[in-house]
Every structure is written in structure tokens, then in C-alpha cells.
Nanobody, 121 residues
Framework: AVQLVESGGGSVQAGGSLRLSCSAS?????TAWFRQAPGEEREEVAL???????ADYRDSVKGRFTISQDPKGTAYLQMNSLRPEDTAMYYC??????????????????WGQGTQVTVSS
């Protein structure tokens, strides 16, 4: 099975930036970031597919977050202008198939362990 390894979470003040990364041990075609705050449903944040050529974002992060993918398949989520409401556990998810938003979490075969992002006001 493909393993996903995430890194880059942490604590920042509102307005700050963080960069998350997700590396895969095998072949994947679509990679997404989800997040889950305590007591909330897990929600999709951003998705990259087609070798990095196509990206989708949830409305609340458009213009602030950028998802990208390098030639080795590692996916990145650059998060700027962070807000307290961005606080959550962020999960990387990947699949050998192609998807676009909206996408159900069940589409993704592989999941990372999660990395915490905390934004203070």
C-alpha cells in the first residue's frame, strides 16, 4: 500500500503562513488536503491532479492557499493569511484516480496521519 507522510504543521498567529507537504511512497494521481476541527466534519480544502496542472479549492481558502505538486509527486499546501478558523488537523489524501471538487472522502484510497495547524488571534 502507498504510504503518505505529512509535515509542516505548527502554530502561528493570524495573518501568518505555513507550508504543508505530503510525500507518497508509490503512484498517486490525485492528492488532496482535508481538515477537521474538533467536533466538526472532515472537509476538503484543496486538490491537485493531472500532474499538478489542475487544482481546486474550497471557497473559504481561495486566494490564500495554494496547492502544488513537484515532479516527484510530493504535494504542497502553501497557506497564507491564516485565520483562527483555519485551525484544524490537516490530512493528506491520495488516489490513483482522477477527481475534481466536489469530492467525497471515500474516493481517496490513501491517507496520511495528519498534522496540526493552530492559528491564534
Amino acid at each position: 500500500a502507498v504510504q503518505l507522510v505529512e509535515s509542516g504543521g505548527g502554530s502561528v498567529q493570524a495573518g501568518g503562513s505555513l507550508r504543508l507537504s505530503c510525500s507518497a511512497s508509490g503512484y498517486t494521481y490525485t492528492t488532496a488536503w482535508f481538515r477537521q476541527a474538533p467536533g466538526e466534519e472532515r472537509e476538503e480544502v484543496a486538490l491537485v491532479t493531472d500532474g499538478g496542472a489542475t487544482a481546486d479549492y474550497r471557497d473559504s481558502v481561495k486566494g490564500r492557499f495554494t496547492i502544488s505538486q513537484d515532479p516527484k509527486g510530493t504535494a504542497y499546501l502553501q497557506m497564507n493569511s491564516l485565520r483562527p478558523e483555519d485551525t484544524a488537523m490537516y490530512y493528506c489524501a491520495a488516489s490513483p484516480g482522477r477527481a475534481r471538487f466536489p469530492v467525497n472522502r471515500d474516493f481517496f484510497t490513501y491517507w496520511g496521519q495528519g498534522t496540526q495547524v493552530t492559528v491564534s488571534s
